[in-house]
């Protein structure tokens, strides 16, 4: 069945950097865009980035823009968000996010979720 | 920018009612518009696709409904389990971002 497993997460001094990594597996990873969501704590869902399965369409967040890379590496089915010069306002939990399809509208909701891991930026 | 407006913030009901949850998009967004249901410490389930297509597993209780700008996720009979947060969601071909809406928590 379908895996996403996040890790990577950790605590980080703002203005310093970290790289979340998204382990896939149970599906035809070349074949889907994938994408970060975030939860800060008590706020709701946000979208981060998307990186699509020819692995060079890629889009951010206002938020994150400069400062996030999204990036796939097909040869070990693995997703990556190197997010650099990170604010407090980028305290949250990051989950990697399957598209529900390969082509059409299938690709436009998320079918898969990782559990998801806590990125903590504080002084 | 297509913005989705979640309305009500919290709706608080009991076991056995039936919840009704609303989703408005600024323009129109067709049918692409999509519901998760969160739990506290638990990652976003898909529920609801294409506006109206119930994911795998997920029971008939759940049903979604509305395109254009306005949308509806109803539970018929809710479950003590189905007490959590709701976002709906949509994302165009271009640009590939997937909004939220802000999300209505939904408490006993």
């Known amino acids: 069945q379908v895996q996403l497993v996040e890790s990577g997460g950790g605590v980080v001094q703002p203005g310093r950097s970290l790289r979340l990594s998204c382990g896939a597996s149970?599906?035809?990873?070349?074949?889907?865009?994938m994408h970060w969501v975030r939860r800060a704590p008590g706020k709701g869902l946000e979208w981060v980035a998307v990186v699509g399965s020819d692995g060079t369409t890629k889009y951010y967040s206002d938020s994150v823009k400069g400062r996030f890379t999204i990036s796939r590496d097909i040869s070990k089915n693995t997703l990556q968000l190197q997010m650099d010069s990170l604010r407090v306002e980028d305290t949250a939990v990051y989950y990697c996010?399957?598209?529900?399809?390969?082509?059409?509208?299938?690709?436009?909701?998320?079918?898969?979720w990782g559990q998801g891991t806590l990125v903590t930026v504080s002084s | 920018e297509i913005v989705l407006t979640q309305s009500p913030a919290t709706l608080s009901l009991s076991p056995g009612e039936r919840a009704t949850l609303s989703c408005r998009a600024s323009q129109s967004v067709n049918n692409y518009l999509a519901w998760y249901q969160q739990r506290p410490g638990q990652p976003p389930r898909l529920l609801i696709y294409?506006?109206?297509n119930r994911a795998t597993g997920i029971p008939a209780r759940f049903s979604g409904s509305g395109s254009g700008t306005d949308f509806t996720l109803t539970i018929s009979s809710l479950e003590p389990e189905d007490f959590a947060a709701y976002y709906c969601?949509?994302?165009?071909?271009?640009?590939?971002?997937?909004?939220f809406g802000q999300g209505t928590k939904l408490e006993i």
């Open positions: 294409g506006a109206s």
């Open positions: 996010a399957k598209e529900g399809g390969s082509s059409g509208s299938d690709r436009f909701h998320f079918d898969h």
């Open positions: 149970g599906f035809a990873f070349s074949d889907y865009g």
């Open positions: 969601q949509h994302r165009n071909q271009w640009p590939p971002d997937g909004t």
